[in-house]
């Protein structure tokens, strides 16, 4: 091979058009010029796709992309990839117009070095993902945010610990500086190279075709909820255009804003993006980009999320006299839950003393927060009305939370037209990687938080359903989420756990 492989190959999904099943694969190659080769291999056949896309280059190393499509048919489909000749990889391309196999996962990182001293075996649980695929393949692998943690950025960059050392006041002035620039680059550079070239993970990315979308600690915690004079600083915005650079690169696999494949991008000035796939659709909210103390996602960005899902994913006649089926399920990927325990007075208690609770920022991250309610409650509605309108099934998937749950969002108002399309399940799966909270935390949010019923608004409750066949609202370990969508078109989700050898299993059922 020339030169050095020090990344990859990482899948990444690129969408889904006329039956072409769109694929990449990310490398970072040291000490060439030379753009890699990619063979494959399937349906008895050898061909060479030679297109890739330079989409960075950093010191002696270039990042690259290389794109190639498979033709769905009417069976699974193996493929079999290679770079530059190299060690060969395989994935699954599903049969066409057929039922998906998707894992999802978030926090695939930890907060401190000292936090890998907590646990016996950082990647257990990539190590069971690993297992269940060798069973029967995933199609997908969606990852919700926080792939990885990028805090260590104020203690590693020296620049930085510096200007931590001075007043606010002259924090709020400084410049980012040329050496800040090229310090901080450097350090998301090999924060990407160093995760993602962990074994476990990476013999994982390479079998399964990713689809990402990034939270605050893969720019630095709690991004989006500083006051408004340190978000816009300069300090913070060079730190976040680097951050966003190369969640862009590593993550998302473009070189640029337009540069995204076949993803349908809804965001104003963010990547949130909707991906459909026959009866199932994607959308993959970015609850950072935009993210101020008074708003998760711009109204023009809501507005273009809306009116996809309204010409996308609705059953209607197109111009040329065919029909456009409607979609059956609508997986909604939000980072931060929309239904969880109410943290709302201990956020209040906090701001008697703003800015010195190391909790402040992740309570005012939450949709519960006082400041984002009003535009959860326009999102719970917007959904709600879309399930009754199109009879798609609106299924939210989340993380972050570094415990599992299971929401439970449903409405009673007069006027219900279909009492299927009344309800709309959360299936929180966090963390992968990163730590549960201290076992008394989590008994205590058990016992005091996760029986409460909160109302939404007149006719709206959302609460916490007990797992099926447990008393338990609330996993306190690591875990990761299977949706396998079967030929009835029933989502068996299945959480696996760290410690128990059976996953558990939540069933929702198509609006019929």
Known sequence: MSGHLIVGPILGFRGLKEGRWYTSALVVLRGTATPPQLSLTFGGVFQVAAKAVLLKTFADCKVWRLDWWVQQSDCEQAVMYAVNGGEQFAYVVPEQNKPLRICYGSCFGVHTLKDLNKVKSKNEMWKVLQRIHGQQPYHLFFMGGDQIYSDQVWETVLPLREWLGKP?????????????????????????????????PAATMSRIPTLMMWDDHDIFDGWGSYVPEQQECAVFQGIYGQAREHFRVFQLQAAHDDDLGELTVLGKSGYTYAHRMGDVALVALDLRSERTLDQVMSQETWDRLLAWMEDELKAKKLPDGSAQAGCRHLLF????????????MLEAALEVEPGQQRMEDDLKDQWLSRAHQQERLRLIHRLLHFAQESGCRVTIVSGDAHVAFLGYIQSEREGTACTEANVINQLTSSAMVNLPPPAIVVYMMERLLAGKVEEIDKGITARLLKFPGTSRRILGARNWLSLHIDEQLRIWADWYVEGQENPLTKVIDPIM
């Open 168 to 200: 606010l006041r002259k924090r709020m002035q400084a410049p980012f500086t040329a050496e800040m620039q090229q310090q901080v680059e450097q350090f998301y550079f090999d924060l990407y190279c160093r995760m993602w070239r962990q074994k476990l």
């Open 333 to 344: 990927m939000s980072g931060i839950p929309v239904v969880s325990a109410d943290l709302t």
